[in-house]
């Protein structure tokens, strides 16, 4: 909770900023919940955003909407149990909390006034419901991942978005020495990094904080300077808390190995893994790019000579290298480098090529995703995996590339070409 009622308005202010985005990330993954293999996603989603709403409310004494922020939050960890039937009556609750945690929330937004009293009582007979209704399956705590497994930590997550967009501010400002804001600037960042810290108890962020504004106000006369030097030991604390709040929140190497084993024992079919791979595919054609990732598999057992009892998508992505991104990157490129002259073998043209590997990269960036999400629970980030950065890289490259020549209908559709579904029979045969 921020006492100081100058910090107390700016932290309100940057929560009801954050509201709209996250009311609707809400409203999307309820529309899209339902009974299938992407469920788990979306509930991590779901409750992502009710705790990051929880978090907020709680700093800006907005009790109610905490209170149903956190029942609702305690409610979603239901639906990670598989032997929940989600039907029309649960879903309409749902949208009936949501609804009502919407109008609240616009409410302080806008500023307009509403039976708040008798909207909150209708939201927790709502919720009375959802709990009643659930009463087995909330009780079944086995079944709920941690908060440690769903990346909710919250200082974790002030540090990877507001300090970083604030930062950023930071950062412009400098690049425009010649701006008049730059104090101004400067100084409504530290006071927002000082009221948020002492609310997280971050004693080393909120000392910088107040030094910067020291600083601000004994030497006005030289505020490029200070703005370098704020912004220099601001990145480096940063860097430092993120550092350890992953040293806290990752899983262990021991954790690691149990995630794996965790997943052998779910006795996932390579079918059923290959479903919910789809919601990894930054793609409308997902599966154009499902089927890349098919003949990947195909010509493992075929040209690498892996048993097809044994195909998996560990032979693309290895979970155990997803904590060294080198050499994740490094194992990637040793087989891409044999497939990639493969797929080459039939004389294409340089540009066609080109296109095949475009494609390919990012069939393994979404197996990456997928397979990072798996062993952690939570969407990998640049940061937290940097070889999604490399090969992104090496995406916008080839897509540049690739953008000065115009290929036809069956170029791009080189998954047609009979070596390469036969490859893709090998999957889908199986």
């Given at each position: 909770?921020?006492?100081?009622?100058?910090?107390?308005?700016?932290?309100?202010?940057?929560?009801?900023?954050?509201?709209?985005?996250?009311?609707?990330?809400?409203?999307?993954?309820?529309?899209?919940?339902?009974?299938?293999?992407?469920?788990?996603?979306?509930?991590?989603?779901?409750?992502?955003?009710?705790?990051?709403?929880?978090?907020?409310?709680?700093?800006?004494?907005?009790?109610?909407?905490?209170?149903?922020?956190?029942?609702?939050?305690?409610?979603?960890?239901?639906?990670?149990?598989?032997?929940?039937?989600i039907d029309s009556t649960l879903k309409s609750l749902l949208f009936d909390i949501y609804e009502d945690l919407r109008l609240l929330l616009f409410a302080k937004?806008?500023?307009?006034?509403?039976?708040?009293?008798?909207?909150?009582?209708?939201?927790?007979?709502?919720?009375?419901?959802?709990?009643?209704?659930?009463?087995?399956?909330?009780?079944?705590?086995?079944?709920?991942?941690?908060?440690?497994?769903?990346?909710?930590?919250?200082?974790?997550?002030?540090?990877?978005?507001?300090?970083?967009?604030?930062?950023?501010?930071?950062?412009?400002?400098?690049?425009?020495?010649?701006?008049?804001?730059?104090?101004?600037?400067?100084?409504?960042?530290?006071?927002?990094?000082?009221?948020?810290?002492?609310?997280?108890?971050?004693?080393?962020?909120?000392?910088?904080?107040?030094?910067?504004?020291?600083?601000?106000?004994?030497?006005?006369?030289?505020?490029?300077?200070?703005?370098?030097?704020?912004?220099?030991?601001?990145?480096?604390?940063?860097?430092?808390?993120?550092?350890?709040?992953?040293?806290?929140?990752?899983?262990?190497?021991?954790?690691?190995?149990?995630?794996?084993?965790?997943?052998?024992?779910?006795?996932?079919?390579?079918?059923?893994?290959?479903?919910?791979?789809?919601?990894?595919?930054?793609?409308?054609?997902?599966?154009?790019?499902?089927?890349?990732?098919?003949?990947?598999?195909?010509?493992?057992?075929?040209?690498?000579?892996?048993?097809?009892?044994?195909?998996?998508?560990?032979?693309?992505?290895?979970?155990?290298?997803?904590?060294?991104?080198?050499?994740?990157?490094?194992?990637?490129?040793?087989?891409?480098?044999?497939?990639?002259?493969?797929?080459?073998?039939?004389?294409?043209?340089?540009?066609?090529n080109l296109y095949r590997k475009l494609t390919v990269l990012k069939a393994i960036v979404a197996v990456i995703k997928f397979q990072y999400f798996q062993a952690?629970?939570?969407?990998?980030?640049?940061?937290?995996?940097?070889?999604?950065?490399?090969?992104?890289?090496?995406?916008?490259?080839?897509?540049?590339?690739?953008?000065?020549?115009?290929?036809?209908?069956?170029?791009?559709?080189?998954?047609?070409?009979?070596?390469?579904q036969d490859l893709i029979q090998v999957i889908d045969r199986r």
């Amino acid at each position: 909770m921020v006492e100081d009622p100058k910090i107390r308005k700016l932290a309100y202010q940057l929560f009801l900023e954050e509201v709209p985005g996250l009311l609707e990330t809400i409203e999307q993954e309820l529309f899209d919940l339902d009974n299938n293999a992407e469920r788990p996603l979306k509930v991590n989603n779901l409750m992502r955003a009710t705790h990051t709403i929880k978090g907020g409310a709680a700093n800006v004494e907005l009790d109610k909407i905490e209170s149903i922020a956190h029942r609702l939050e305690d409610i979603l960890k239901a639906f990670y149990n598989p032997d929940l039937i989600i039907d029309s009556t649960l879903k309409s609750l749902l949208f009936d909390i949501y609804e009502d945690l919407r109008l609240l929330l616009f409410a302080k937004i806008d500023s307009t006034n509403i039976n708040e009293k008798e909207v909150i009582k209708l939201t927790e007979s709502y919720l009375d419901r959802l709990e009643e209704r659930l009463r087995d399956y909330i009780g079944d705590r086995e079944a709920f991942p941690s908060s440690a497994e769903l990346g909710l930590d919250p200082v974790k997550m002030f540090f990877e978005t507001v300090v970083s967009e604030r930062l950023e501010k930071i950062s412009a400002i400098i690049d425009n020495p010649e701006s008049d804001r730059i104090i101004e600037t400067v100084r409504e960042q530290a006071i927002v990094f000082r009221g948020v810290g002492r609310s997280l108890n971050l004693n080393n962020f909120v000392a910088l904080a107040e030094t910067i504004l020291t600083s601000l106000d004994n030497s006005p006369q030289e505020p490029n300077q200070i703005a370098k030097k704020a912004l220099h030991d601001f990145q480096k604390i940063q860097k430092s808390i993120l550092q350890e709040r992953e040293v806290l929140n990752k899983k262990s190497s021991l954790d690691l190995v149990e995630s794996v084993n965790d997943l052998e024992k779910q006795n996932v079919s390579l079918t059923e893994l290959l479903a919910q791979l789809e919601q990894f595919i930054d793609s409308s054609d997902r599966e154009f790019y499902l089927n890349i990732i098919k003949c990947i598999l195909g010509w493992f057992h075929r040209y690498e000579n892996i048993d097809i009892s044994e195909l998996n998508l560990d032979l693309i992505v290895p979970i155990e290298l997803l904590k060294n991104s080198q050499k994740l990157a490094e194992h990637v490129d040793l087989w891409l480098d044999r497939f990639t002259r493969y797929i080459e073998l039939m004389g294409s043209t340089s540009h066609v090529n080109l296109y095949r590997k475009l494609t390919v990269l990012k069939a393994i960036v979404a197996v990456i995703k997928f397979q990072y999400f798996q062993a952690f629970k939570k969407v990998a980030t640049p940061e937290q995996l940097p070889v999604i950065e490399n090969f992104g890289e090496r995406i916008n490259e080839l897509e540049l590339e690739h953008q000065k020549n115009q290929l036809n209908l069956t170029e791009k559709n080189w998954l047609d070409r009979s070596y390469i579904q036969d490859l893709i029979q090998v999957i889908d045969r199986r």
